[in-house]
């Protein structure tokens, strides 16, 4: 009997502080920077995002999403053998911030452990646990994208702090005689560090260099495009279906051109294209999880359909995964 991993159940969470692009646009101007809710809404399709409280961390986002997800699965912490968290803000250097998320979901013994590949997270950490679970290395998963985006961001800097938020999405995925993800693709091109990268890190109890987030949007954009194009292509191959087969696109939350622009080379109508970007920002590695979730609970997504989930983002990492729901 063939084995493969399907999604059992959904999550997700936002923190309570909703910060509308006006809002922002005020706290900026006490620094003296000047934006608008027009530039930010015509230029990436923001309005409004969720920030942690200051002693709010990655891991207790994901607490919550987890257990929705957990919930709508029907299983509890005890039926959970595997957790991966994709985050690029853990809550420490280490241990990993799955471990953490693992022991305030009171499981133990299990393998939990991060994975970093930024807006690409989430797709690379589905991939990861669909090999983990074919090979029978494990039989539920819950795996997460949580990040606190707005710790990392300069707010003397215009061009990259309006793009951001922070939240958290889960799934929990199991081996079934049924697919479930159909096929996944994933890339990286390290030459590309350089075009978005948080370049501080902490060094002799110091941090050296800059620990901020440092993008040339221009280069993301053109680079995002094609490569999320390419990686659908390939994922849709591999699986044997064709665009016309999707029902419905879920990219990572970037910018709403982006997306309109991917759905647009894979001729779907935009009102297949799941949008949350609108309501939550770039979470980078939650931003996935989080529309399905939306999706799901707003009973858009049904049993059945065909998604496929794409991510791009720093390293620069990119793919996409296929999966009938
Ligand atoms: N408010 C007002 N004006 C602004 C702002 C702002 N917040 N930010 C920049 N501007 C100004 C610039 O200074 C510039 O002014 P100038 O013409 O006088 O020099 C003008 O607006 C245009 O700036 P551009 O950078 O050319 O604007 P662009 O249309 O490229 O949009 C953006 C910028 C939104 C960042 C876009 O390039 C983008 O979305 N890139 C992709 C980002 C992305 O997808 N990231 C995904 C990966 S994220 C991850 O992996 C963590």
Redesign the pocket.
Known sequence: MNRYTRIAGTGSYLPPRRVTNADLAAE?AARGL???DQ??VE??GIRARHFAAPDVTSSDLAVHACRQAMESAGVGPADIDLIIMAT?TPDMVFPSAACILQNKLGIAGCPAFDLQA???GFVYALTVADSMIRSGVATRALVVGAEV?SRILDFND???????GDGAGAVVLEASDQPGILATDLHADGKHVGI?CVPGTVSGGQVLGDPF?K?D??A??KL?VGVLEDAARATLAKAGRTDADIDWLIP?Q??I??MQGTAKKLKMPLDKLVVTVDEHG?T?AASIPLALDVAVRSGRIRRGDTLMLEG????FTWGAVLVDY
């Open positions: 900026l000047e934006t608008s530039w930010i230029r990436t690029s930024v807006c690409s985006f215009r061009t990259t702090c309006v793009l951001f978005l987030l993008m949007g221009q993301v954009f995002a990572h970037a910018n051109r982006i770039n980078s791009v983002g720093g390293g």
